[in-house]
């Protein structure tokens, strides 16, 4: 069965758009006030994306390996078997992105938000990596 992965590619081109417009070298330029609500959004646009991203995988792996398989597993061991699977390269960045996920609900702190507003284009980059993955092996 072939997953619909509309919701998933919509999400990943709102986080690009918002990259886009949080561009370092544009953002600086801008009153503190206005970078502020704009990396708020690129972190609101993350924290959606990489949501759908573990959802995604789980659904793969249960559609295509066993439905039984990602049914109360660590994050670790879902992005183990995903890159078992070769939906995604590299665990330790994906719990990084676990992490910086989980910090989201911090991001009044100032160094918080900065790191996780970072970590979102590194992300993006990955989270579309997936998204090609899943594509590809979506039948």
Known sequence: MKLDLTSFSK????????????????????????QEVIRAGV???????????????????ETNLSPMIADGVTRRELFRLAAENRLIEDVEQWMRYH???????????PETAQDIYAEAFNFAEDAARLLKALETRND
């Open 11 to 34: 999400a990943i081109g709102s986080l690009e758009r918002a990259l886009t417009v949080a561009d370092p070298d544009k953002l600086i330029t801008l009153p503190v006030g206005m």
């Open 43 to 61: 972190i609101q646009n993350f924290k959606f994306t990489y949501e759908l991203c573990w959802k995604f995988i789980k659904r793969w792996l």
């Open 99 to 109: 992490d910086a996920r989980n910090r989201t609900s911090h991001t009044y702190e």
